[in-house]
């Protein structure tokens, strides 16, 4: 049986304060159900950074895994753009 794929995010890093641990803001756009007007949401991602690489503004590649914590259940895959 194949493994299904993972969903994965592009976000940025909001906060680094916590030990192994980073905030990540993931925005996304889409138009309004009724007027048809393009609305931006953000959607904040607690996500599991092993080697405490990660900084406030470096722009991550996300993707989903199993709960490793009580709100944690994403990983940092790699960082795209450092701050």
Same mark, same amino acid.
């Given at each position: 049986?194949?493994?299904?794929?993972?969903?994965? %995010?592009?976000? #940025?890093?909001?906060?680094? *304060?916590?030990?192994?641990?980073?905030?990540?803001?993931?925005?996304?756009?889409?138009?309004?159900? #009724? %007027?048809? $007007?393009?609305?931006?949401?953000?959607?904040?991602? $607690?996500?599991?950074?092993?080697?405490?690489?990660? $900084?406030?503004?470096?722009?991550?590649?996300?993707?989903?895994?199993?709960?490793?914590?009580?709100? *944690?259940?994403?990983?940092?895959? *790699?960082?795209?753009?450092?701050?």
């Amino acid at each position: 049986m194949a493994q299904r794929q993972r969903r994965t %995010y592009v976000g #940025q890093v909001v906060s680094d *304060k916590m030990d192994k641990t980073v905030v990540v803001a993931v925005e996304r756009l889409f138009p309004h159900p #009724q %007027y048809q $007007k393009i609305v931006k949401r953000v959607t904040k991602f $607690k996500a599991h950074d092993e080697r405490n690489a990660c $900084k406030v503004g470096d722009r991550v590649l996300v993707a989903e895994s199993r709960p490793l914590s009580r709100k *944690k259940r994403w990983r940092v895959v *790699k960082v795209l753009a450092p701050a």
